[in-house]
T-cell receptor, first 114, second 113 residues
Framework: DSGVTQTPKHLITATGQRVTLRCSPR?????VYWYQQSLDQGLQFLIQ???????AKGNILERFSAQQFPDLHSELNLSSLELGDSALYFC?????????????FGEGSRLTVL | AQSVSQHNHHVILSEAASLELGCNYS??????LFWYVQYPGQHLQLLLK??????LVKGIKGFEAEFIKSKFSFNLRKPSVQWSDTAEYFC???????????FGTGTRLQVFP
């Protein structure tokens, strides 16, 4: 158990819908990262937050947004869903920024868009 | 932009065989390098990391990796694999003191008894 909790574990929805994925980082970790894992794209970095503020941005679509709350949990919002958004979404946390240490990953949220 | 290449997509070995998984990155500056492993049904976890110093780093479960700066490579090795090493292995890189950890596409390793 990495200490990072993601909910829901599985989610099935239809095209055009909106979903929210939730992540609780390890106790004390200030950085939260979101990654998308799909068969054809591998692990793609989406976005990182540090202590409530956006720190780094990757290949995140405009239809997607994220935020980190004062209690340090984070949510990834996916809207106007398309079939191609079906993927495993991972959250990871680390104690600090600057990536001088390892990331601790959750077990992922598997999103299926029908 | 940084990128990571893992040329072996699927590797099949028998127990006790030696393993070497290739990883090449593209970035001209100082980098931090990582290997992560994802066992079936489990979360990604760190296998080993290189920040500086001795280019040969040892990780958990008998794995090691060698950083060769001139070749932009960070290959993962294990002298004798076990069935329990069956997993997906990801090489990752980040530019020094930045926050974007960039992963390769992963190598699926299957070890047969």
């Amino acid at each position: 158990d990495s200490g990072v909790t993601q909910t829901p574990k599985h989610l099935i929805t239809a095209t055009g819908q909106r979903v929210t994925l939730r992540c609780s980082p390890r106790s004390g970790d200030l950085s939260v990262y979101w990654y998308q894992q799909s068969l054809d794209q591998g692990l793609q970095f989406l976005i990182q937050y540090y202590n409530g503020e956006e720190r780094a941005k990757g290949n995140i679509l405009e239809r997607f947004s994220a935020q980190q709350f004062p209690d340090l949990h984070s949510e990834l919002n996916l809207s106007s869903l398309e079939l191609g958004d079906s993927a495993l979404y991972f959250c990871a946390s680390s104690p600090r920024t600057g990536n001088t240490g390892e990331l601790f990953f959750g077990e992922g949220s598997r999103l299926t868009v029908l | 932009a940084q990128s990571v290449s893992q040329h072996n997509h699927h590797v099949i070995l028998s127990e006790a065989a030696s393993l070497e998984l290739g990883c090449n990155y593209s970035y001209g500056g100082t980098v931090n390098l990582f290997w992560y492993v994802q066992y079936p049904g489990q979360h990604l976890q760190l296998l080993l990391k290189y920040f500086s110093g001795d280019p040969l780093v040892k990780g958990i479960k008998g794995f090691e990796a060698e950083f060769i700066k001139s070749k932009f490579s960070f290959n993962l090795r294990k002298p004798s694999v076990q069935w329990s090493d069956t997993a997906e292995y990801f090489c990752a890189v980040t530019a020094y003191n930045t926050d974007k950890l960039i992963f390769g596409t992963g190598t699926r390793l299957q070890v047969f008894p």
